[in-house]
């Protein structure tokens, strides 16, 4: 798989690899797994949490008591928690979704699995989902995990990123070749 040379991604990578050696030592990689899935969530769910963690204007000090008390109240401690606050403390947290997708990859790597990301129209439903697995796993030729995010603008169809392989089947992709070629006729 290729890796990016962004420092984004290189700080992220290297959280992820920490976080994912103490989570092997403690026994509890799906434990934070799904403690980091849920501040995932969390983040998807609120413009305004995505502003506290992006906007360099709110001061570390202020950053870490806000996200303190959202994991407090979530319910998300032991390892996955910790490991938010010191992002926080770190002035990381803008890399904190590129974290737990590193993270995300290095486990299922860990596990046997090879990763996925797909983003769709609409959300799949559970057997679309599966019926996705499935299909991937005899393209890799082993269990996959996917996480699936919605972005509306793709109008229909679905983008699969899987290592260095893209598949888009997007309506957005397909109407912007056709406007292209249209371009080129007229």
């Not at 849920?38 to 413009?47: N, T, V, W």
Request: hydrophobic share 50%; net charge positive.
């Amino acid at each position: 798989m290729a890796k990016s040379s962004s420092p984004v991604s290189g700080v992220a990578e290297r959280y992820a690899g920490s976080l994912f050696e103490l989570a092997s030592e403690a026994k509890s990689v799906a434990k934070v797994e799904a403690d980091l899935g849920r501040f995932e969530a969390m983040l998807d769910g609120s413009a305004d949490l995505q502003r506290l963690i992006k906007s360099p204007v709110f001061a570390a000090e202020d950053q870490a008591r806000a996200i303190g008390a959202l994991l407090a109240k979530a319910g998300i401690s032991g390892l996955a928690g910790n490991f938010i606050k010191v992002a926080a403390a770190n002035r990381r947290l803008f890399a904190v979704p590129s974290m737990i997708q590193a993270f995300r990859r290095i486990a299922a790597e860990a596990r046997g699995e090879a990763s996925a990301e797909v983003t769709s129209a609409h959300a799949l439903t559970a057997a679309q989902q599966t019926e996705l697995k499935a299909t991937l796993k005899g393209v890799a030729g082993k269990d996959v995990s996917i996480a699936v995010s919605v972005d509306p603008s793709l109008l229909g169809g679905m983008i699969v990123k899987m290592g260095s392989r893209q598949i888009d089947t997007s309506l957005k992709t397909k109407l912007n070749s056709l406007k292209l070629a249209l371009k080129e006729v007229g």
